[in-house]
């Protein structure tokens, strides 16, 4: 990518960010990002195609760079840690609106090819510590990374996409329950 095509991007990513924060995901336009980012909305087009798919492409940039992996040395500790530091990430204006982008319906398949390859990208690099905690001996060789992280952040993502309008959650208890915690 030449210079100017990375001042594009990054300056695209920018902008569609603060337009998700300040007007959440279903009010952006091309045209409101293109002019936040002092770019002609041709530029946005010709690599994104869509508003979601710039949208979605914003969501891989910031939440990979927002979500760190914890490395405690328990697995416990860690999904508290990872399960809490998210929930206060979705918590936040901009985790919210980018998290609401995720559950958009939508039929571009560019758009689903992009969100399947985010929560991949996620679930490989949390799944590390779920192969820390079998290294460990602390969970069963068996255990599956992917299930064990689907039922942790799942209800995290839904009581923030609700609002809240749920039961509060227990974190500490839903780990428990994933990981099986020995009484």
């Known amino acids: 990518m030449k210079q100017r095509g990375v001042a594009v991007r990054v300056a695209v990513i920018n902008a569609t960010v603060r337009q998700v924060a300040a007007l959440g995901p279903e009010s952006v336009t091309i045209a409101a990002i293109a002019a936040d980012a002092d770019v002609h909305p041709t530029s946005i087009y010709r690599r994104w195609k869509t508003v979601d798919a710039v949208i979605i492409d914003a969501l891989n940039e910031f939440t990979a760079s927002g979500l760190t ?15 809490t530091h998210l929930q206060d990430w979705l918590a936040t204006p901009l985790g919210l609106a980018l998290s609401r982008t995720g ?5 571009d398949e560019q758009v689903l090819a992009s969100r399947k390859a985010f929560w991949r990208n996620r679930f490989d690099a949390a799944g590390e510590m779920i192969r820390r905690g079998i ?19 799942s209800p995290v993502r839904l009581a923030a996409i609700s609002q809240h309008t749920e ?11 994933v990981i099986g915690a020995r009484s």
């Open 103 to 107: 559950v958009m319906p939508t039929n």
């Open 135 to 153: 290294e460990r001996g602390e969970i069963a060789q068996d255990i599956d990374a992917d299930t064990v992280l689907a039922a942790l952040v």
């Open 69 to 83: 992996i914890p490395d405690t040395g328990s697995i416990r500790t860690d999904l508290l840690e990872f399960a």
């Open 167 to 177: 039961p509060p959650l227990n974190i500490e208890k839903i780990v428990d329950l």
